[in-house]
């Protein structure tokens, strides 16, 4: 214990650099801990994107084409899928729900899906949790209704009753806007921390009717104009739909049924196994996210050869106090241990000051990560990996505080008891 | 009087080196101080880390209260003379970032035997430390709790020689402690170290060149008169 005692009290008269070593191991630390919980929170969030669909099936492309625009939101589906085939899928006798989606326009860099109720009834994401309302209601036979994802709404700062204009295509700025036919805000989804919470929700019948004086990709001009009114009383069936989500009966059938869809002679579709594309599409991200923990890695090691060469440097100045402890009685095991106690103390100074950043700032940066990356960052105590990680750190520092206790071992073992200057 | 250190042929070499040390006999009672004139490159240092038990030497005994310092281990040697040895050095012979009282009380650390015959005298390491200061003149408290180096040189000096003296060890060497004293604080603390070393019952073995204080000891020696390896183009 009086070594202990010793060490402290010696860094302490050496408190600058000791200081600036325990900074630097602290920020090395919290770099390494930020970027393990941002990659967990990364994958889990994603492999929780979407669960409970068996087959997505889209026009004839890339499986990961059709996983990003259908389930992520991003890019543009290459065709369509005529209506009668979705009604083809849809009454097969394997089939236990089926999910139509219109996608194409946005409003103000939000993507807006065309859909039908059994998106809210069938739809699940993480451990099979379905949609859950915040406010509202689900769409009603009103075309004009809007259900808001969570972060349409927080962002936007939407409430319930208000009306808003859907643009034409998915450019954050469109030129063309839907502004003869405004929606109204009926219903706000909790948030999922999923792309769901970045979508705003409209009928099929709501899609259809915004396009239903569209010819060739633009509106129709003069008399040719359908107002609101008017297409309420007209008839609002869709002709084409982007992509449709499939539910089975049985897990077993996925596969003969994707087979079928694939092999569909209405017109050439694709069905992909939402895990299997999820897994693809991760696989390409995940060469980077490992890239980032084995940088911050040596980042922990460089933090750690810092301390090793501060502690190396100090020995030198240091060889009157190893002799001066010798001349008391401390053998050269002693002044060993010592350098290792000193390189402890300081790594775990390092690793407590790297946890107190990380909470620090994760607790600012938690609504803003949330709100523009859609990911949740929990304050939870550490994992058991992250401790795994911490103790790794500190038996790297030990085994560093090897190398100059060796010396300190061998340098007071020649120098004795004879003060050298 | 009983025999302290007792040297018997005595010689030692470092490592590829013609010997440095050839010492026939030589004897220190206890309780006894003695002044050892030794010039630098006199074989003082080596000696002093033969006595201390750093080094082992090359043949003879050396025999410290009647033990062979050749016989014991490496470990069991380092043991011996924390129990039975206090030094004082040069100068800076303190741990800068210790209070004084903290740095007195070191040895205590190191050694059970000098802790328990401090608490025996004093009732505790830190009243014998206490006790100590006050007897060599830092008796006030506040100084006692200051860092060592905020102390005069002459201040650090006597921390140093409380620090040889508590726990009563038999032996105090000396190695030029004043020489960084000025005069008349040389005598000062020269005769608050034989009172103290007295009242511990300690042997003082007085290394330093300056002959002008040989006549203050029990008994005065050179170094070269007992060291047979000892060139005279050294001095």
Known sequence: ?421 | MSTLIELTELGFAWPGQAELLDIPSFTLQQGESLFLKGPSGSGKTTLLGLLGGVQKPGRGRIRLLGTDLGSLSAGAREHFRVDHTGYIFQQFNLLPFLSVAENVALPCHFSQLRRQRAEQRHGSVSQAASALLSHLGLVDPALQARRADSLSIGQQQRVAAARALIGQPELVIADEPTSALDSDARAAFLQLLFAECRAAGSSLLFVSHDQSLAPLFDRSLALSDLNRAARPSEF
């Open chain 1, 1 to 421: 214990m009086y070594l202990i005692r010793l060490a402290l009290a010696s860094l302490a008269n050496r408190r600058f650099t000791a200081w600036l070593t325990v900074f630097a191991i602290a920020l090395s630390v919290c770099l390494l801990l930020a970027v393990e919980r941002i990659r967990t929170e990364t994958r889990s969030s994603f492999a929780s994107t979407i669960s409970g669909t068996d087959l997505i099936v889209g026009a004839r492309s890339g499986s990961i084409n059709l996983l990003l625009y259908s389930v992520f939101r991003l890019g543009n589906a290459t065709n369509n899928i005529r209506w009668d085939s979705f009604e083809t899928l849809a009454g097969d006798r394997k089939v236990k729900w089926a999910i139509p989606i219109s996608l194409g326009d946005s409003h103000r860099g939000y993507r807006v899906m065309g859909t039908s109720n059994a998106y809210f009834e069938h739809y699940q994401y993480g451990r099979g949790q379905a949609l859950q309302l915040a406010q509202g209601q689900i769409l009603s036979d009103d075309p004009f209704a809007v259900v808001l994802g969570a972060e349409v709404a927080e962002a936007l700062h939407y409430q319930l009753g208000q009306q808003l204009v859907l643009a034409h295509g998915v450019a954050s700025i469109s030129l063309s806007k839907h502004d003869d036919k405004p929606f109204r805000v009926v219903g706000i989804l909790k948030r999922t921390g999923t792309p769901v919470d970045r979508t705003l929700h409209i009928s099929l019948q709501g899609m259809q009717a915004l396009h239903i004086d569209w010819q060739n990709g633009v509106p129709a001009q003069g008399k040719a104009r359908i107002s609101a009114e008017q297409a309420r009383g007209m008839d609002l069936q869709p002709q084409a739909i982007t992509a449709i989500m499939l539910g089975l009966h049985s897990k077993i059938a996925t596969f003969s049924v994707q087979r079928q869809i694939n092999e569909f002679r209405g017109e050439p579709l694709l069905a992909i196994l939402p895990g299997v594309a999820l897994q693809e599409l991760w696989s390409l991200m995940g060469s980077a996210e490992k890239a980032l923990f084995v940088v911050s890695l040596f980042v922990v090691l460089t933090g750690l050869i810092g301390m090793l060469t501060a502690i190396l440097t100090s020995l030198n100045e240091r060889r009157r106090e190893m002799a001066i402890l010798r001349s008391v009685g401390a053998r050269p095991w002693h002044i060993a241990s010592l350098l290792m106690v000193e390189a402890f103390a300081l790594a775990l100074a390092g690793v407590l000051l790297g946890l107190a950043l990380l909470y620090l700032g994760i607790a600012l940066a938690q609504g803003y990560v949330q709100a523009n990356y859609g990911l949740f960052l929990p304050l939870a105590l550490p994992s058991r990996y992250e401790w795994t990680l911490l103790g790794a750190i500190l038996a790297a520092a030990l085994l560093m505080g090897a190398l100059p206790a060796w010396r300190a071992y061998r340098q007071s073992l020649a120098d004795g008891l004879s003060i050298r200057l």
